[in-house]
């Protein structure tokens, strides 16, 4: 499916287009909420795709804004990496980046509003005694000790909470909701805790920073969102987002729409367990490109177009489901293999001489840089006497369906002559070192003259002229398609996930930029490493294979 192709409708859609019917809002106002605590992974890519895809088809809005109420865990490099990631990913935001702080002085008022209704205390309760009282799913909760305190007193304490006159722990706000209700998040939440800590945009101003659900909507409220688009798991906070609008003098009552989250196959997609690998040191940051994060896929060679595609593949649904990991390479496939231009590369070598090419001179070849595409031009690629092949590529004999050198038969070299091995040399441990071979100089370009069939075709590179190359061979990080599931599960990390082996490139691209991808003929999609690639060392990470490995070993082949 072409990206630019009209999208199949969903429920959040259809949505709008009622309210817009109606009249109920006059354009769609949408918003992208990450919390500063770690770099996106593949999950929030959806949910950009979905925020600032929505705002681009109805010629609404999209802001991003910094859920930061929690500055233990937050910093400036993950809201770096964030702003990153989305424009990175093909998106602008409406006006200046926001953040939850930039309200903390509104958000305290509508607190204090709170308190002076009625409907909010501050709770002197420990941690273990709130969570007593909070009752269970079966069982209803019991008021606390502190819910009837007066309002003047509950202005007081919280006026002491800000004043930083009372310890982390010590005291709480919440919202004085409803102890017997069904559902847990209504069950009088907190809204306000001690924290003395310094935070990343406000500074040392605040001791006091408002939870999550009491920020999330009242920001939403002040930014003027129509559609609060969020994942399954704040299905029931859905109440408690309406009732602190409902209880406050704000005039927006945005309407908050619950999508399923993204769920991918052999991999973990939870930012404590993605935490989890980098602090345990199983991979090699937040941007190892094993990792499912954004600036992980990034560097192993997806594409912005890439990541979109899959987004709208999987869609939009209200069910939890687990999407398949080749439903993502798939969608690199396709797009690479429409873009990246083509190139060889060794990456097991033995040598070829061919006895029959003359010895220091090289001849140089035309090849094209992308076989459906002439607009992407040719290349030059040098052809020498000594040249190297994949080993896998040799055998001294085979049968008919090995399409590649057999001893004593032809096979053509890619964008090159027909050769034939004649014979072979091996080490001491018995592996192929060199095969010695003879070209037929009226080959190039076309079949043999004399009407022979040459059916397979292997690529090459030029031993004089070949680039020494670092190639790191990234596979899927865990074995098992649910990792999450397992009960420890860095048990079930895949230990071939990263093999790096040296190889030989052709030396058209030697001075390819980091980040540009090519497909290596037959071996697989790569791109030029943005970390370890540097002037004089070439580095390139295997982005994909040609085709999907593991959908045969998941059928038993």
Known sequence: ????????????????????????????????????????????????????????????????????????????????????????????????????????QALHGFAIELIEKGLAYVDFS????????????????TNSPFRDTSVEENLQHFADMTAGKYKEGECSLRAKIDMSSPFMCMRDPVIYRVRHVHHHQTGDTWCVYPMYDFTHCISDALEGITHSLCTLEFQDNRRLYDWVLDNISIDCHPQQIEFSRLNLEYTVMSKR???????????EGWNDPRMP??????????????????????????????????????????????HAPRAMAVLDPIKVVIENFPEGETETLQAANHPNNPDMGEREVPFTRELYIEREDFRESANKKFKRLVLGKEVRLRNAYVIKAERFETDAEGLVTTVYCTYDADTLGKDPADGRKVKGVIHWVSAAHGVNAEIRLYDRLFQVPNPAAEEV????????????????????????????????????????????????????????ELRDSWAKMDQGE
């Open 1 to 104: 499916m072409a990206e630019n192709a009209p999208r199949a409708s969903n429920f959040i859609r259809k949505i709008i287009d009622q309210d817009l019917a109606s009249g109920k809002h006059q354009g769609v106002h949408t918003r992208f909420p990450p919390e500063p605590n770690g770099y996106l992974h593949i999950g929030h890519a959806k949910s950009i795709v979905l925020n600032f895809g929505i705002a681009e088809d109805y010629q609404g809005q999209c802001n991003l804004r910094f859920d930061d109420t929690n500055p233990l865990k937050e910093s400036v490099e993950y809201i770096n990496s964030i702003k990153r990631d989305v424009q990175w990913l093909g998106y602008e935001w409406e006006g200046k980046p926001r953040f939850s702080s930039d309200y903390f």
């Open 126 to 141: 420990s941690q273990d005694d709130m969570r007593t009282l909070r009752g269970t799913l079966k069982e209803k909760g």
């Open 273 to 283: 367990k993605l935490n989890e690998l980098v602090v345990e040191g199983h991979v």
């Open 293 to 338: 994060t954004i600036a992980g896929l990034r560097r192993r060679g997806y594409t912005p177009g890439s990541l979109r595609e899959f987004a709208h593949r999987i869609g939009v649904t209200k069910m939890d489901n687990q999407v398949e990991m080749g439903i993502l390479e798939a969608c690199i496939r396709d797009d690479l293999n429409e």
């Open 489 to 544: 599960f860095a048990d079930a990390l895949n230990p071939n996930s990263l093999q790096v082996v040296q190889g030989f490139v052709e030396p058209s691209i030697a001075n390819a930029a980091p980040e540009t991808g090519f497909q290596f003929e037959r071996t697989g999609y790569f791109c030029v490493d943005s970390e370890f690639a540097k002037e004089g060392k070439l580095v390139f990470n295997r982005t994909v």
